[in-house]
């Protein structure tokens, strides 16, 4: 168990709609040295999952360690429909109890966990970098733009790709992707990483800047300082040489690619209508799969500079580094573009990488399904905190170390299958995870997922089946097929069983439909 009268500072830098094959050694090729590097000193996880596929509720769930169907954002806190404009404050949060256990906690970029609250109203320090489309908290980056000469919207845009009928038609439709004319350093995910470099420039000189933090004192002994940059979400514009690092006529077809929507919910090629792509061929999904991936790696790169930063400063040895992402990105997945009622891995699966020097073994992977919010009760054991009962979420220290300990805190209790190496013993061997809608209306979904098979409960229509092994990019929906119907039983249990755990208002009707279904 971890030495809670020596806790590590905590570095984590989170993206937005990072695909988890991006990074990972079997992926694409997409440049990715500083999360490569962090998984060759660290421990890389090959079966994290997002709790739920959309910002504000992964969001808030990595905050409280609780499935949004306890926490209640259900949906993004900016859109009209939404359930739940801002988190209840009743409900603790890992970096309040940070805060309050001694932690300087400090926070760059992107929010979306409220219209009306903050990251100060969770124990955090808001070091600037908000964005007007989700968070409108600060003017720090548009400042920086002005005193660089380059004004937020003043820059021009090249092969630029929105939704609809005509994709380079800007007068109707999402904007996709662009290049754009401004230099690397005129980037927000530039900004957000000379923000972080600041503060631990700052933390490296024992506080003597003055950089006041979340508990009021110039700089505590430790410090949690959380990175979040909007990216690679779309639209995708990136500089150069960003913009043309990836060749489209280089890129190949995802495997999923092949989707013919046979036997699958209708709601999944309605869709692609629905977000404007019926229409996009390979050509342009090419184009858009290309200034995704520069963005991936221009995001990368920000990260080797923060990562530089804290060696040069010292702190490398003391601090521990997590790399994750709220949820996934389609990016031209079985068609579609951008996220939604669609469990797929696409969105679901998620980049997690953590080197904690002197407990992690360099370049080890886990491969247990472990969830985002297991990180909320993971930060709390590193800086030897008690756990909230609240939690709906496991914490990972006992993989961390390499199965010793009982992995501690509250949760669910289920998850867990396979190591490179040892892990507690009643780890469990599932993933589970959530869908309410999101700004084109409210839909009911749930999902067990685990090393062989991924079970999806639609509430309006046709469930799922798909056996990983056989069918990775999840083309064949084998729901009603005779040769997998125990598997159905079987995973319908598991789903149950944890609705009931995890306290899941559907608990009360969908168990009665799924033991009834054929």
């Known amino acids: ?66 499935y949004p169907h306890n926490h209640g954002m259900l949906n993004n806190s900016h859109e009209a429909d939404a359930i739940q404009r801002n988190l209840p404050p009743e409900i603790p949060t890992f970096s309040e109890l940070l805060d309050a256990n001694g932690y300087d906690c400090t926070y760059t970029g992107k929010w979306h966990v409220g219209d009306d609250e903050t990251p100060e109203s969770v124990g955090f320090t808001y070091l600037g970098g908000s964005d007007t489309h989700h968070d409108d908290i600060d003017e720090a980056f548009r400042e920086y733009r002005r005193e660089r000469g380059t004004p937020v919207g003043e820059e021009t845009l090249e092969e630029v790709v929105y939704t609809g009928d005509d994709p380079r038609d800007e007068r109707e439709g999402t904007f996709v992707a662009a290049k754009t004319s401004v230099d690397v350093e005129d980037t927000r995910p530039y900004f957000l990483a000379d923000r972080t470099i600041e503060a631990l420039e700052t933390f490296g000189a024992g506080g003597d800047d003055g950089v006041e933090g979340a508990n009021g004192a110039d700089a505590s002994p430790r410090f949690f300082h959380r990175a979040d940059f909007y990216g690679p979400h779309h639209p995708y514009v990136v500089p150069e040489p960003y913009a043309s690092m990836y060749d489209p006529d280089e890129i190949d077809p995802p495997g999923s690619y092949a989707e013919t929507f046979d036997g699958k919910p209708g709601v999944h090629e309605n869709y692609r209508h629905y977000r404007g792509v019926e229409h996009f061929d390979w050509e342009i999904w090419a184009e858009v799969i290309a200034k995704y991936r520069g963005f991936v790696t221009m995001i990368d790169d920000q990260l080797a500079r923060i990562l530089e930063t804290l060696e040069s400063t010292g702190l490398a040895g003391e601090t521990v580094v997590v790399h994750a992402s709220d949820h996934g990105d389609f990016a031209g997945g079985h068609r579609q573009f951008n996220k939604g009622p669609l469990m797929y891995d696409d969105t679901y699966r998620i980049p997690l990488q953590v080197r904690w020097p002197g407990v ?92 062989r098979y991924k079970y999806v409960y639609n509430g309006p229509d046709i469930d799922e089946l798909y056996d990983l092994e056989a069918d990775p990019a999840e083309l064949q929906n084998l729901i009603d097929h005779p040769d997998y119907a125990d598997v159905r039983e079987t995973m319908r249990e598991r789903l149950i069983a944890w609705m009931e755990r995890t306290d899941d208002p559907n608990r009360g009707w969908v168990p009665a439909v799924l033991e009834r279904a054929p």
């Not at 914490?395 to 199965?403: D, P, Q, R, T, Y």
């Open 1 to 66: 168990m971890v030495d809670s009268e020596s806790p590590p500072n905590v570095l984590l830098l989170l993206t937005d709609q990072e695909r988890y094959d991006y990074s990972a050694p079997e992926g694409p090729p997409v440049e990715t040295d500083a999360m490569d590097h962090l998984s060759a000193t660290g421990m890389r996880f090959t079966r994290a999952i997002t709790p739920i596929s959309i910002c504000s509720s992964a969001r808030a769930s990595l905050l409280t360690g609780q």
């Open 360 to 451: 992690t073994e360099p370049d080890s992977t886990c491969d247990h399904p472990v969830h985002l919010h297991d990180l909320a009760p993971t930060f709390l054991e590193m800086a030897g905190c008690e756990t909230p009962d609240a939690f709906d979420a496991r914490s990972l220290v006992g993989l961390l170390e390499g199965g010793s300990g009982n992995g501690g805190g509250g949760g669910d209790g289920d998850r867990g299958e396979g190591k490179t190496g040892s892990a507690p013993g009643d780890w469990p061997d599932a993933a589970f995870a959530q869908y309410h809608g999101d700004e084109f209306g409210l839909y009911t979904q749930r999902m067990v997922r685990t090393r």
